[in-house]
């Protein structure tokens, strides 16, 4: 009697390459360059090599930090859209070689790669297609020169495991002094077919990211997550660097014509480059490991940004998080309580123990178990023995078949009988379900559809230790600033100094007046439990309750100007009307009601999700009467507001005294109208 012979697979199917990126599924992103000390997100290109200058650069320290987050590997930004590079390239004298730091000797890329081998981490390479330096960029000569650059990268620093193709290209830039914008076609200019060759001849086991990949895929925000649906799969023709749309990104396409895994790159700050002023706003511990289960948790691995600050270190806040992090993910999946547990299940493969119930338990990713070829729906049951508490449910898929499932359920045995308690879509990789705490002594898994014989390689169950969310710090229009906890019975203490709150900070009894602005600090005690929460923080600028829009130049029905600065951020004015959309340039008019001294401004985009109406190029004037302004107090970009919308603070040359101020976008991401969420501004009380 010949055994039956294993699924045949379901395509697409990953690549070697792209299993072996599925196993890493945390790994470090770091950017640092000139940015780190112009204080910008995107530079504009013509920063002097004299201002990379860390006073004490340590790869040891930043991998070492990695390292002990966990992470598998880092990609570095070799060069982002300024055009500097971390190496002293053979092609441009705008590198490292003619910086102050180590006399023009140092290679950052150099040491960053050799410390990842001493560590064991893997290292990759990230290289900005758009150049905002480089005067030939947007002509056929720069992309000779791009390729060169890939080529020194690729065979200078030894084995790279992953190449990232910013979406980021073409805009104003600095261009050689021409300081001019700059466009070109995302399709056709980069010749991708051919630059991608020189990846696969030079590092054949190196995945790409880009949009489109090859090989790997944006998830389409940088917030940190993928869809709760994330398809492993998509239809590249579809897609290219800088041509996304978000929506199919973060879901993926079923069926899809490629294999194209989802990589969620989220910063452990707002921003992507360190900035001082974010050192307060480091996310927690209890925030990073809910991106690790929207990410990780969802079948995609997670790109965790890591910004070295101006000594070339990661910060101090930066590594008591990832810290934080790493502790409650060792603790989660410390044990997994169906070891010892004994499954059934309601087909098995021509009952041929290769494809056996029970290796879904042995926590191996290269053994699963199958039902016979037609069979699309079926189910396991584990019994565990003993009543199980677990909060994590976590369920692989068998790559190397693709991915079968469409639907699961999960199912609980409680008062007799079987008990729903979750279900959902893709599996791939993992699927990490996350639920209340349940107790158990059975458990079910069934498979309510999939698209072919289902090949299931793991089920396997978990428990999170207790976590104590920070705080959330909110504040009304009169400057009244309350502090929420998610529960009850948490003591949150508070601090207005910019200290950390300790159990001996002032306790949080009633909202706290702060009319003119300042930061607020909070965190949740448990004193009987010896727990505490992440630290939140909050900076807020003057009160708006005194202020009013004297004028706006466009107005939609429903977008009044007056939401500008109603301290909601779930309401925007706009400029999309009825009868047509207003294109910027628009601007809006606020009287503050008080003349005072302003030493800058705030603004928050839109946080509904979508991007039409955003403005990514501004200025902002001030004025004593309302009607002479002058030269504008601040003017420029927000740079990669679209991809990642958060409040933009732009600080003043110097401090101006004026009762007014005009708000200008001249320039949106997309669409062809203006949107505003909130309009603020800073005060020095003098």
Not at 429 to 456: E, H, Y
Not at 622 to 641: K, L, Q
Request: glycine fraction near 8%; hydrophobic fraction near 40%; proline fraction near 6%.
């Amino acid at each position: 009697m010949s055994l039956p012979a294993a699924p045949a697979p379901f395509p697409p199917v990953p690549t070697e390459r792209q299993l072996r990126w599925h196993e890493l599924e945390f790994y470090g992103f770091i950017h640092f360059t000139v940015n780190t000390f112009t204080d910008k997100e995107w530079g504009y290109g013509d920063e002097s090599p004299a201002i990379f200058n860390p006073t004490a650069f340590d790869a040891e320290q930043i991998v070492g930090t990695a390292q002990e987050a966990g992470m598998r590997g880092l990609v570095l930004t070799c060069k982002h859209h300024d055009g500097f590079c971390l190496w002293p390239s053979a092609y441009t004298e705008h590198s490292v070689k003619n910086s102050p730091w180590k006399n023009g000797q140092g290679d950052v890329v150099r040491e960053i790669s050799d410390a990842c081998r001493r560590h064991g981490l893997l290292f990759g390479v990230y290289l900005s297609p758009w150049d905002r330096n480089h005067k030939d960029y947007a002509t056929p000569a720069y992309i000779a020169y791009y390729r060169n650059q890939l080529r020194e990268l690729l065979t200078r620093y030894g084995p790279i495991y992953e190449v990232w193709f910013d979406g980021a290209n073409g805009g104003d830039g600095y261009y050689g002094g021409a300081r001019e914008k700059r466009t070109i076609d995302n399709r056709t200019y980069y010749d991708w077919p051919n630059t991608i060759a020189i990846v696969r001849e030079l590092q054949p086991m190196a995945v790409m990211f880009s949009d489109g990949g090859p090989d790997i895929r944006w998830c389409g925000n940088e917030s940190g997550f993928a869809g709760e649906t994330c398809w492993a799969t998509l239809n590249a023709a579809e897609f290219a660097p800088g041509i996304a749309d978000t929506k199919r990104l973060n879901i993926g396409q079923r069926p899809g014509t490629h294999w194209l895994p989802a990589e969620v790159d989220v910063s452990i700050r707002p921003g992507w480059f360190y900035h001082a002023s974010e050192d307060d706003r480091v996310k927690t511990p209890a925030q990073l490991v809910d991106i690790y289960f929207d990410s990780v948790g969802r079948g995609a691995n997670l790109l965790l940004n890591l910004p070295p600050d101006r000594r070339g270190l990661i910060h101090e806040n930066d590594v008591r998080a990832l810290r934080g992090m790493r502790q409650i993910l060792d603790a989660t999946f410390a044990e997994d309580l169906v070891r010892g547990a004994r499954a059934t299940a309601s087909h098995t493969r021509g009952n041929d123990r290769r494809f056996g119930v029970a290796n879904v338990l042995d926590g191996k990713r290269d053994t699963y178990w199958a039902p016979d070829d037609g069979v699309t729906v079926a189910e396991l049951a584990i019994d565990l023995g003993r009543p199980v508490t677990f909060n994590v449910v976590r369920i692989r898929e068998f790559l190397p078949l693709g991915q079968r499932v469409e639907t699961f359920a999960l199912d609980r045995w409680t008062d007799g009988r079987w008990e729903e308690f979750a279900k959902g879509t893709s599996i791939g990789s993992q699927r990490l379900v996350r639920t209340r705490f349940l107790t158990t002594d059975r458990l079910r898994l069934r498979i309510v559809q999939a698209a072919v014989c289902p090949a299931i390689s793991e089920v396997a169950l978990f428990r999170t230790p207790a976590l104590l969310n920070a705080p959330t710090i909110v504040r009304d229009r009169q400057g009244s600033v309350a502090i929420r906890c998610e529960s009850e019975g948490p003591w949150v203490r508070y601090t207005l100094d910019e200290s950390e709150p300790t159990e001996t900070s002032p306790l949080y009894e009633r909202p706290i007046p702060l009319p003119w602005g300042g930061t607020v600090k909070a965190r949740a005690f448990l004193p009987q439990e010896k727990a505490c929460s992440g630290i939140a923080a909050r900076t807020f600028g003057v009160a708006k309750a005194k202020w009013r829009v004297v004028r706006a130049s466009a107005e939609a029905r429903g977008g009044e100007a007056a939401r500008a600065i109603d301290e909601n951020p779930g309401t925007l004015w706009h400029t999309n009307a009825a009868d047509g959309a207003h294109a910027p340039p628009q601007e809006i008019v606020v009287d503050l009601g008080e003349t005072m001294t302003l030493t800058g401004f705030t603004f928050l985009p839109r946080q509904d999700g979508q991007t039409a109406g955003i403005p990514d190029r501004y200025a902002f004037h001030v004025s004593a009467d309302g009607r002479e302004w002058g030269m504008p107090a601040a003017a420029g970009e927000f740079a990669n507001i679209r991809a990642n919308p958060l409040e933009q603070t732009v600080l003043f040359a110097k401090p101006t005294t004026a009762r007014f101020f005009r708000f200008t976008a001249l320039r949106v991401v997309e669409g062809n109208h203006v949107t505003v969420a909130e309009l603020g501004v800073l005060c020095d009380r003098g």
